[in-house]
């Protein structure tokens, strides 16, 4: 699949000494494969990339004169579908840092209600209680995009009953953590148009298996994936500061399309 991720800021009078990170370059994992990358940006910016301890890949970038907008755009190839799931092959250990709650993901009695309900004692496997999970969510908490904020918990997420992809994460994230399965937060794109999506992946018997509980359904070939950490202070899109008093807006677009698809 041909992918495109472009990122527009703009501010309301002009800043400089601009430095911010993007975080939305594909891995190359044993589900995918990227190739042809291509990143580009205003003239004068400075980039560079580095890995951070979840091994996602972050661009670095530095725009030194007075600016009132700028723009970034990533474009590339995915080969997607090459396997169902990712190996741990970490040291055992290291899944304890996303078994661990986080303030994003830690339960309240909401949640912990939630739980009880599932009957997940009735399941034997991880991957089972995984599955259970993700087909239920949808049937209690549905999609609002105007309803939560950008670092809302999953326990107040869960008490409004409404949200966004990344709501729907966290709380399948609480939950799976209190079953004691290792889960992950992960950000990625889609087949279509419009943003960047959020999904979890679980450890079961080894290996991490993806899960979208928004759209109730297996990951499979249609997913690019970007970025994965404990929740999404882990994953974020972009992070900056700036000098000047211009108040910033930005935009994002992200297209994803078979490579034999023509856009007219």
């Keep these: 699949m041909k992918f495109r991720y472009k990122l527009t800021a703009t501010y309301?009078?002009?800043?400089?000494?601009?430095?911010?990170?993007?975080?939305?370059?594909?891995?190359?994992?044993?589900?995918?494969?990227i190739?042809?990358?291509?990143?580009s940006s205003v003239s004068?910016?400075?980039?560079?990339?580095?890995?951070?301890v979840f091994r996602n890949k972050k661009l670095y970038g530095k725009i030194k004169d007075p600016h009132d907008s700028f723009e970034i755009s990533i474009s590339g190839s995915a080969c997607t579908g090459i396997d169902i799931f990712e190996e741990?092959?970490?040291?055992?250990f290291s899944a304890a840092i996303f078994s661990a709650q986080t303030r994003l993901t830690e339960p309240g009695a909401h949640l912990k209600k939630y739980h009880h309900e599932l009957s997940l004692e009735d399941f034997d496997s991880p991957y089972d209680k995984t599955l259970r999970i993700m087909r239920d969510i949808p049937d209690v908490f549905r999609y609002n995009s105007g309803a939560t904020e950008i670092h809302e918990s999953?326990?107040?997420?869960?008490?409004?009953?409404?949200?966004?992809?990344q709501d729907y994460a966290?709380?399948?994230?609480?939950?799976?953590?209190?079953?004691?399965?290792?889960?992950?937060?992960?950000?990625?794109?889609?087949?279509?148009?419009?943003?960047?999506?959020?999904?979890?992946?679980?450890?079961?018997?080894?290996?991490?298996?993806?899960f979208d509980p928004t759209n109730n359904k297996l990951v499979n070939d249609e997913y690019i994936k970007v970025s994965c950490g404990r929740d999404?202070?882990?994953c974020p899109v972009i992070k900056g500061s700036f000098f000047g008093n211009g108040i910033q807006n930005q935009k994002e677009e992200v297209i994803v399309e078979c490579e034999n698809s023509k856009t007219e």
């Design 35 to 39: 190739t042809g990358l291509n990143i």
């Design 232 to 234: 999404s202070n882990d």
């Design 12 to 33: 309301s009078e002009a800043v400089n000494n601009h430095c911010f990170s993007v975080m939305f370059i594909p891995q190359d994992t044993e589900r995918q494969r």
């Design 154 to 165: 999953a326990e107040n997420a869960m008490a409004l009953g409404k949200g966004v992809c």
């Design 88 to 92: 741990f092959t970490d040291c055992p």
């Design 44 to 52: 004068g910016t400075s980039l560079q990339i580095t890995d951070d």
């Design 170 to 210: 966290h709380i399948m994230i609480s939950l799976l953590r209190m079953e004691r399965i290792p889960a992950r937060y992960v950000v990625g794109m889609m087949l279509g148009e419009g943003a960047s999506h959020a999904w979890v992946e679980a450890l079961c018997k080894g290996y991490w298996y993806g």
